[in-house]
């Protein structure tokens, strides 16, 4: 149990003051029995994640990467995923829902057990007067079994044997008799039976399953088969085999062992299915967090469509899911729910709800003062976070940290539950949902902006506006209308600005530039970065949110060589690979050349299509008579004329040094680490790469 601020409304989301919610046995147990694995347990859980911790501590070092794999096992997980409240705000995107509506919502992640929650529109639906908030927790559960009732395809009176009558194989008994089929249902639990048997089924039978399916069908086997049990074990499917009819159907909802016997299913000719979750936009991340609708015509069922029939069938008194529940526990006591669900209390259980109080009609305040954190240094930068992804979980805080004489203020996240524990954790003196607690804080004089990067920029005007300084992720914008707007900010405030290019701190790039410091010729630069391959629905993909990876990756790229040559970025030119996969992006595969002021010439070739076991990046310099190659910053080696010099060791990119350096400017009052003017040079470089990706010509800066 844990207090954190409320959780902030988006445009196309809900903010919903929970009545009920409803504890899932199967999978809350599942995730807490995972959570409570050491590290070599959950390693054996999850082989394909050991083998990318493997190669990445090939290119990273083990240390870095056991930090960043503790950072990211330490994440707590939000228990629940169906629930039940009256809507506090809504959205301007959120089409059909009022505050004071009545709701059912759904989605892990989103309709946790907490008093309050933000959830996306297309995972709530309203709820009919005759619906209690009881009833209503249970829709997303409900829909669960719904899509795998729809899997089936059922016609009038066919009919069915439901194996497994937990929860899900319940309300799926329930579900079928309503559709007009008959149904046959089997679990080793008398009183599983006899609850089934009271809610609908024709009969239900605790043994002799396929002797009693032979009779329940006149000797033709069932229609189909619904598999709602939990068990690794494969008996389940064997049993569904042997009592379905030639070219029924198998339909998979729980989690079973799935080793098909293959000559029985051969020969009936079965069709065997799974049945995904509460239905078409599940894991979907455009349906669910975007708010984007499948089309009616074309998905006539989508999960949110699902919690909504459930809802109807239960106003229609087909569905009595009140009749399901075996334990009901106040909020405040639901650790005692975990205790029962984890055997400390040993006695039977169904459906587990939780019931919240009654409270205020207004949202809370969206801020929670843990503590009064100081500083035996005076002059020490009182730092605050607007954003708190991985990566400032796994790489900024943990550099942050280590460095002396620093005070962390406040932490801002969308989401309350990551804002809260994070600020416990990493010892902020307060957490918020709201950045304007951020900006109006008194002692705050650094923020740093680590958000989306379609936020990057307006978030930092903000900031500077409000006198702070600030270190912004990359990229510092996504468009040229975001930069021209910070250009004008910046001229007209004197807060320092950042932006998180740490290459060009690394020893591995001080090492390059020194060394070339005294050249009388430009230089040749070959940068190659071995970046892998993003999926195009991946945010950061997506040029109105991520802005590309050109602009969102690719500017390290850029930072480090201008940084290198000493000199701006003049004129650019760009060609990518068209590969006819529709899943690629095109200018993932991107070869650049960058032209800089004083002559030098900078090759950046992206490559998304390379091995990624390799190391990420490489960079050969040549010029004045002498070469230098840096490999994946562990290892830097100069030749030549200027001399012999060599730097290896672990992988170092800079990141401390970049924050000991912005560190020192606001706390000293110098100038920022990098000047603005190289900071916007950049910026529009990327934009003027993509320029000329679609131009095929050469792009000039002006």
């Known amino acids: 149990m844990a207090e954190v601020p409320v959780p902030l409304c988006r445009k196309n989301a809900i903010v919903m003051r929970n009545h009920v919610s409803f504890v899932s046995a199967g999978t809350e147990r599942m995730l807490v029995d995972f959570a409570r694995k050491s590290m070599l347990g959950k390693a054996l859980q999850m082989p394909d994640q050991v083998r990318k911790v493997l190669r990445k501590m090939q290119t990273e070092g083990i240390f870095t990467t056991l930090e960043k794999v503790q950072a990211k096992l330490d994440q707590p997980i939000p228990l629940g995923y169906s629930c039940a409240g009256v809507v506090m705000e809504a959205g301007p995107r959120a089409e059909g829902l009022a505050v004071g509506d009545r709701v059912a919502c759904g989605g892990a992640g989103f309709a946790n057990h907490a008093?309050?929650?933000?959830?996306?529109?297309?995972?709530?639906?309203?709820?009919?007067?005759n619906v209690s908030f009881e009833d209503a927790s249970c829709a997303t559960v409900g829909s669960i079994a719904m899509q795998g009732v729809r899997q089936c395809e059922l016609h009038l009176g066919e009919s069915v044997c439901v194996i497994g009558l937990g929860l899900l194989g319940i309300l799926a008994v329930q579900m079928i008799k309503a559709s007009g089929c008959r149904v046959l249902g089997f679990d080793p639990n008398p009183a599983r039976c006899q609850l089934a048997l009271e809610l609908g089924a024709d009969v239900a039978v605790t043994e002799a399953l396929e002797a009693t399916a032979a009779a329940f069908s006149e000797g033709h086997g069932v229609d189909?088969?619904?598999?709602?049990?939990?068990?690794?074990?494969?008996?389940?499917?064997?049993?569904?085999?042997?009592?379905?009819r030639m070219k029924g159907k198998v339909?998979?909802?729980?989690?079973?062992?799935?080793?098909?016997?293959?000559?029985?299913?051969?020969?009936?000719?079965?069709?065997?299915?799974?049945?995904?979750?509460?239905?078409?936009?599940?894991?979907?991340?455009?349906?669910?967090?975007?708010?984007?609708?499948?089309?009616?015509g074309y998905v006539r069922w989508t999960e949110q469509r699902n919690m909504q029939a459930f809802i109807d069938l239960v106003a229609m008194g087909k569905i009595h899911p009140s009749k399901l529940i075996t334990h009901r526990f106040a909020f405040d006591d639901a650790l005692d729910a975990y205790g029962l669900l984890l055997g400390k209390v040993h006695e039977p259980y169904l459906g587990i709800v939780l019931n919240y109080p009654e409270s205020d009609t207004k949202v809370p305040a969206r801020r929670i003062d843990l503590h009064r954190t100081s500083t035996s240094a005076p002059s020490a930068p009182a730092v605050s976070f607007i954003g708190c992804g991985n990566f400032t979980k796994a790489v900024l805080l943990p550099n942050l940290k280590k460095l002396s004489s620093v005070h962390l203020r406040g932490l801002c996240t969308a989401g309350g539950m990551n804002c809260g524990e994070t600020a416990r954790?990493?010892?902020?003196?307060?957490?918020?949902?709201?950045?304007?607690?951020?900006?109006k804080d008194p002692e705050t004089n650094l923020v740093f902006v680590t958000t989306r990067h379609d936020t990057h920029s307006a978030i930092t005007e903000a900031a500077l506006k409000a006198g702070k300084n600030v270190f912004v992720e990359k990229p510092l914008a996504i468009n040229a209308e975001q930069l021209d707007s910070l250009e004008k900010t910046l001229g007209q405030s004197s807060p320092r600005l950042m932006v998180g290019f740490n290459r060009r701190f690394s020893p591995h790039a001080t090492l390059l530039k020194n060394y070339f410091a005294k050249r009388t010729t430009p230089l040749m630069m070959l940068y190659r970065v071995n970046a892998g391959t993003i999926p195009r629905d991946v945010w950061l993909q997506d040029p109105e949110i991520g802005g590309g990876r050109i602009v969102g990756e690719g500017c390290h790229f850029i930072d480090f060589m201008s940084f290198v040559a000493g000199a701006p970025v003049i004129a650019v030119q760009a060609r990518c690979i068209r590969t006819g996969n529709s899943t690629l992006v095109a200018e993932d595969s991107t070869n650049i050349t960058l032209e800089f002021a004083d002559g030098s010439i900078g090759i950046l070739t992206y490559a998304a299509l390379g091995d990624p076991t390799q190391p990420k990046e490489r960079c050969e310099i040549h010029g004045e008579g002498s070469t230098s190659v840096m490999e994946n910053f562990c290892t830097t080696v100069c030749s030549g004329k200027l001399g012999r010099k060599k730097l290896s060791g672990k992988q170092r990119k800079g990141f401390a040094e970049e924050l000991s350096a912005m560190l020192e400017c606001v706390r000293t009052g110098g100038p920022a680490p990098i000047p603005a003017e190289e900071l916007l040079n950049v910026t529009r470089a990327t934009f003027a790469v993509l320029e000329a990706l679609k131009s095929g010509q050469l792009e000039v800066l002006s």
């Open 251 to 296: 339909v998979v909802t729980g989690l079973v062992g799935m080793d098909i016997p293959r000559d029985q299913y051969y020969k009936k000719e079965l069709d065997f299915r799974l049945s995904l979750s509460y239905g078409p936009g599940r894991y979907d991340p455009v349906y669910e967090e975007g708010g984007i609708d499948y089309p009616y």
């Open 224 to 244: 189909a088969v619904l598999i709602t049990a939990a068990t690794k074990s494969n008996e389940p499917v064997t049993a569904a085999g042997e009592i379905c």
């Open 425 to 439: 954790k990493e010892n902020f003196a307060f957490a918020t949902t709201d950045q304007e607690e951020i900006l």
């Open 115 to 129: 008093e309050f929650n933000h959830i996306p529109c297309n995972l709530v639906v309203k709820l009919p007067d």
